[in-house]
């Protein structure tokens, strides 16, 4: 994993052209490498919610099942949502839900052999997946809060 020390260097914001427009990034450049990202995050749900959704009792069908697929089809077109994200051709996309006492916790993983790295994917991954969790909860639970997304992990290795 390629680590560098930015610690007396001034941030440049790379979305934005000297002039401050925006702008898509060229990352012909960039060398392919094996990049992976993964990203984490919550939803908070009542008891009730956590026993249909544990007995697959929701009327929308399998809260988990479907909210992996999301995830992995949000992670997929994440491009076409980010306005200057690039398209990717993603190896390997993943997304599990865990049930937890109060509420649920969602993992992404996503790997690629690219120039660009794919953090923006495990995020969008996660965000969706929560997001659809709150869609086929929200007749039975008014109290769900999305919180805690972020990105726990990125790496470049050199092929």
């Known amino acids: 994993m ?73 992670a997929k077109r994440t491009w076409d949502v980010i306005p200057l994200c690039h398209s990717l051709i993603l190896n390997k996309a993943d997304v599990n839900l865990t049930i937890e006492k109060n509420g649920i916790k969602a993992v992404s993983y996503i790997s690629c052999i690219g120039n660009t790295g794919v953090e923006m994917e495990a995020l969008h991954a ?20 999305i919180s805690e997304i972020k990105l726990e992990e990125k790496t470049k290795e050199a092929i």
Request: proline share 2%.
């Open 2 to 74: 390629e680590q560098t020390d930015n610690s007396n260097k001034k941030p440049a914001l790379s979305h934005l052209s000297k002039d401050g427009n925006v702008n898509m990034v060229d990352v012909s450049g960039k060398p392919l490498s094996s990049r992976t990202a993964r990203a984490t995050g919550w939803i908070s749900l009542n008891g009730e919610t956590l026993r249909l959704i544990g007995e697959n009792g929701m009327k929308k069908g399998s809260v988990v099942t479907t909210a992996q697929i999301a995830g992995i089809m949000a």
């Open 126 to 145: 996660v965000s969706v997946a929560l997001l659809t969790v709150y869609d086929m909860c929200k007749a039975v639970d008014k109290n769900m809060v």
